[in-house]
């Protein structure tokens, strides 16, 4: 049984002090089945499962019914190791999708201009670009009134720093449609 495995050689425990891809496929299906049967610790049963499956390639087109053919995998366990194939799946497939670049102050304006031109107070947007100049975020970091807006820069920064952003585009609006002299 995993009680009688030391503390340190736990799956869990051996993903927290060492991370996942220190895991076998063995391990990091253990973890997911997370208890065994009366008969068999859950290291036994993740490795009847992967044998039953030749491994991870089989595995990976499994249905519900195989799985639960298996002796000690219910639906809910079924439905866990079937979410993980499928979260595994995908992120396989992801792909950024294409981020705006900003080449000139009119980019970085026109980025804005539409939602900012009908807003009724001062909203102080700033933009977050990678090295690329893309937008990696957008974010309103303060509500003014109907004619200031007063930011502290910190605000801005603890953003850029959590973004890992290497540079800031900032904009305000001006609903009263009033320009003041340096804003």
């Not at 499956?53 to 866990?80: C, H, P, Q, R, S």
């Not at 975020?137 to 801005?156: D, K, W, Y």
């Not at 850029?160 to 001006?174: E, T």
């Amino acid at each position: 049984m995993i009680k009688d495995v030391p503390k340190d050689d736990r799956p869990r425990e051996r993903l927290i002090n060492h991370g996942a891809s220190h895991l076998s496929n063995q391990e990091l299906l253990a973890i997911l089945l997370g208890s065994g049967t009366k008969e068999e610790s859950v290291m036994a049963l993740a490795n009847r499962v992967l044998m039953h499956f030749e491994g991870l390639k089989l595995l990976n087109d499994a249905t519900i019914e195989e799985l639960t053919a298996i002796k000690g995998i219910g639906k809910a366990k079924g439905v866990l190791i079937l979410s993980a194939i499928e979260l595994g799946k995908r992120m396989n497939r992801y792909k950024p999708v294409e981020r705006y670049v900003i080449r000139s102050p009119e980019d970085g304006a026109d980025y804005v201009m539409e939602e900012m031109r009908s807003l009724h107070q001062e909203h102080f947007v700033v933009l977050f670009l990678n090295t690329k100049n893309q937008i990696i975020h957008r974010q309103t970091i303060f509500i003014g009134s109907l004619n200031a807006s007063i930011v502290h820069p910190r605000e801005v920064y603890r953003e850029a720093v959590k973004r890992s952003a290497a540079s800031i585009i900032v904009a305000h609006n001006h609903p009263s449609g009033v320009r003041l002299k340096g804003a």
